[in-house]
């Protein structure tokens, strides 16, 4: 498996990685112990993958602090509060790479991956990202009425009759999370195979 991947894959991260690369159980690919190895063009895509990652994982944490309130679960309400003011303080630590982010490089990468990115959701992660760079914004945002209307205006564009945010039925069936953790990029599912690969290899 591994020579068909370096053979048909040879400039990808995932050649790479089963090739050059020893198992590893980190939880996000830009924490990997060899990631200084990496070539540059992919260190790039890392990076801006991070920042979105970071940047974005405040809206799903509101977004899920918006549907607890609608609940009335003060275990789920005082889980989303704490964990957006844990958020705060990772933006706010990281906050000049936030600031000097390129974004027009980003969509350049992103676009060569894939053109039909609907402008609207373009739209939203640009709102969402402008309003992150402000840090003013940060100071009350679980209180904040522009970021709670970008979230619900989002939800109401993708999910419609079925907003959870809208619908109280659908709301009723909400378990108490949605995607409230950071992106990873599906590297938990890379990881496995990876290691898996690397693993049985040592094995020989």
Same mark, same amino acid.
């Given at each position: 498996?591994?020579?068909?991947?370096?053979?048909?894959?040879?400039?990808?991260?995932? +050649?790479?990685? !089963?090739?050059?690369?020893?198992?590893?159980?980190?939880? =996000?690919?830009?924490?990997?112990?060899?990631?200084?190895? $990496?070539?540059?063009?992919?260190?790039?895509?890392?990076?801006h993958a991070k920042n $979105?990652?970071?940047?974005? @994982? #405040? +809206?799903?944490?509101? =977004?899920?602090?918006?549907?607890?309130?609608? /609940?009335?679960?003060?275990? %789920?309400?005082?889980? =989303?509060?704490?964990?957006?003011?844990?958020?705060?303080?990772?933006?706010?630590?990281?906050?000049?790479?936030?600031?000097? %982010?390129?974004? @027009?490089?980003?969509?350049?990468?992103?676009?060569?991956?894939?053109?039909?990115?609907? $402008?609207?959701?373009?739209? $939203?992660?640009?709102?969402?990202?402008?309003?992150?760079?402000?840090?003013? @914004?940060?100071?009350?945002?679980?209180?904040?009425?522009? +970021?709670?209307?970008?979230?619900?205006?989002?939800?109401?564009?993708?999910? #419609?009759?079925?907003?959870?945010?809208? @619908?109280?039925?659908?709301?009723?069936?909400?378990?108490?999370?949605?995607?409230?953790?950071?992106?990873?990029? /599906?590297?938990? !599912?890379?990881?496995?195979?990876?290691?898996?690969?690397?693993? #049985?290899?040592?094995?020989?």
């Amino acid at each position: 498996m591994r020579e068909r991947i370096v053979t048909n894959c040879r400039e990808s991260l995932l +050649a790479f990685l !089963v090739d050059k690369t020893l198992p590893t159980d980190v939880d =996000y690919i830009w924490m990997h112990p060899q990631s200084a190895e $990496f070539s540059d063009s992919h260190k790039k895509q890392i990076r801006h993958a991070k920042n $979105f990652s970071l940047v974005m @994982n #405040g +809206a799903s944490l509101l =977004y899920n602090l918006m549907l607890s309130e609608k /609940r009335n679960n003060e275990d %789920w309400i005082n889980k =989303y509060q704490n964990k957006i003011s844990d958020w705060i303080s990772d933006i706010e630590s990281q906050m000049s790479q936030i600031l000097n %982010w390129d974004m @027009n490089e980003f969509w350049r990468i992103v676009f060569e991956q894939n053109s039909h990115i609907h $402008f609207m959701t373009r739209r $939203f992660i640009e709102n969402w990202i402008g309003f992150v760079r402000d840090k003013k @914004n940060l100071d009350k945002l679980q209180e904040n009425d522009h +970021a709670r209307h970008l979230i619900q205006r989002r939800e109401v564009q993708i999910k #419609g009759k079925r907003s959870r945010l809208k @619908n109280t039925r659908i709301l009723e069936q909400w378990l108490g999370e949605s995607g409230a953790w950071p992106l990873d990029f /599906r590297w938990r !599912v890379a990881r496995r195979l990876i290691n898996d690969i690397l693993e #049985g290899l040592r094995g020989k």
